[in-house]
Structures are given as structure tokens and as C-alpha cells.
T-cell receptor
Framework: AQTVTQSQPEMSVQEAETVTLSCTYDTSENNYYLFWYKQPPSRQMILVIRQEAYKQQNATENRFSVNFQKAAKSFSLKISDSQLGDTAMYFCAFMKLHPWAGSYQLTFGKGTKLSVIP | NAGVTQTPKFQVLKTGQSMTLQCAQDMNHNSMYWYRQDPGMGLRLIYYSASEGTTDKGEVPNGYNVSRLNKREFSLRLESAAPSQTSVYFC???????????????FGPGTRLTVL
């Protein structure tokens, strides 16, 4: 079974600064997907970024980027130029790649509560 | 294009009552999912449907049943609600079908359920 660990229950960052959220995972799979989801106070789960394990290049989406270290099983999220709207819970999630291995289940970490301070 | 919609948004039940949570998606996705989120926890999969006509258990299926009514709709039923089922329930959908590989899941706004 896969496990996803987010070791920082809460973090804060000044507006316009950069912050990095940590995520580690445990799996015996070689091919998989990793995701970061954002959950603002509205409770809506919003996809921030995704990474395919077979790709060596780190994914980026505007101000959001990841540092994917496959050997270390680490998948951190960097938010640059933090904005007040980035205040939310952030969840790291793991998905196996192949249907016959049960690829449809996302395994989530417990989340990191990020507060952006004006 | 509404994405994934869920009804109701809030519900309070008494122990032993039954209810059905409704979910619909308009993205022509093949796969649909039901998750629950408890305080201090990430989401955990209850059931999923890889395609119309199929359903499978996830991590925490006990006390729940599901129906994939058609490609758009996937309902979750609590036959005899218990306080342990107090949670926020999320429906999600993704393009992947039986022949697909893992891909991005898109979530509805959630239903907050309280069982007294």
C-alpha cells in the first residue's frame, strides 16, 4: 500500500515571498502520478499541479513548481510570489499508473495549512 | 459547463436514517469517484466507477452503496446512517475508463453530512 506524508501541518508566508511545502511518499511502484491539490475555505478541491513519475523534468504551472526527487521519494511544492488567494489547505496525492494495479485510487496526505500574511 | 455538481450541500440525519447523495458531471468523463474527508485527514476513497455499468470498492466502503445511473451520474447511498459517517463527501470524475491509465480527477464542491 502507498502512504503519503506531509510533515508540516501548518505554514505561513509573507505576501510576495516564496514558500515550499514538503511531501514524501512510500511505494514499490516504478510508474505513478503525483498531484498537489489546493482546498481553500470554500472546501472546493482544486488541482494545482501534476507530475508523471517517468518524466524527469519538474512540472511548473505559472507561480507553482515542484521539486520531484524520485530516488528520495520526495515531491515538494514551491509557490513563488505568494498571494492572499493562496491561503488554503494543500494536499499531496499519489496515484498508481496502471488500471490492473488499481490506478483509480488517489492516496492523499493529511494536508498542510498555508496562511499568506499581508 | 458546470463541471462536477453535488446535491445537497448540507444534510443533517438522525442515526438509522437513510439518504442518497447525488453527483453529476458534464465533462463526458468515464470514471467517477466518491471520497470522504474527516477532520485532520486527507480524502479517502469510498467507491469508484471506472465506466458506466461498473462499480468497485475503495478504501472505506463499509456502510455505503453506490449506483452509476448513467455516464453522467453517480450516487452514494447511506442505508442506515451512523455518527461515524459524519464527514464531508466529495464526488470526482476523470476521463480515464477501463482502458485508461491514471489521470487527473476533478472534484465537486462537497456535501457536509452530520449524523446525530
Amino acid at each position: 500500500a502507498q502512504t503519503v506524508t506531509q510533515s508540516q501541518p501548518e505554514m505561513s508566508v509573507q505576501e510576495a515571498e516564496t514558500v515550499t511545502l514538503s511531501c514524501t511518499y512510500d511505494t514499490s511502484e516504478n510508474n505513478y502520478y503525483l498531484f498537489w491539490y489546493k482546498q481553500p475555505p470554500s472546501r472546493q478541491m482544486i488541482l494545482v499541479i501534476r507530475q508523471e513519475a517517468y518524466k524527469q523534468q519538474n512540472a511548473t504551472e505559472n507561480r507553482f513548481s515542484v521539486n520531484f526527487q524520485k530516488a528520495a521519494k520526495s515531491f515538494s511544492l514551491k509557490i513563488s510570489d505568494s498571494q492572499l488567494g493562496d491561503t488554503a489547505m494543500y494536499f499531496c496525492a499519489f496515484m498508481k499508473l496502471h488500471p490492473w494495479a488499481g490506478s483509480y485510487q488517489l492516496t492523499f496526505g493529511k494536508g498542510t495549512k498555508l496562511s499568506v500574511i499581508p | 459547463n458546470a463541471g462536477v455538481t453535488q446535491t445537497p450541500k448540507f444534510q443533517v440525519l438522525k442515526t438509522g436514517q437513510s439518504m442518497t447523495l447525488q453527483c453529476a458531471q458534464d465533462m463526458n468523463h468515464n470514471s467517477m469517484y466518491w471520497y470522504r474527508q474527516d477532520p485532520g485527514m486527507g480524502l479517502r476513497l469510498i467507491y469508484y466507477s471506472a465506466s458506466e455499468g461498473t462499480t468497485d470498492k475503495g478504501e472505506v466502503p463499509n456502510g455505503y452503496n453506490v449506483s452509476r445511473l448513467n455516464k453522467r451520474e453517480f450516487s452514494l447511498r447511506l442505508e442506515s446512517a451512523a455518527p461515524s459517517q459524519t464527514s464531508v463527501y466529495f464526488c470526482a470524475s476523470s476521463e480515464a475508463g477501463l482502458a485508461g491509465v491514471g489521470d487527473t480527477q476533478y472534484f465537486g464542491p462537497g456535501t457536509r453530512l452530520t449524523v446525530l
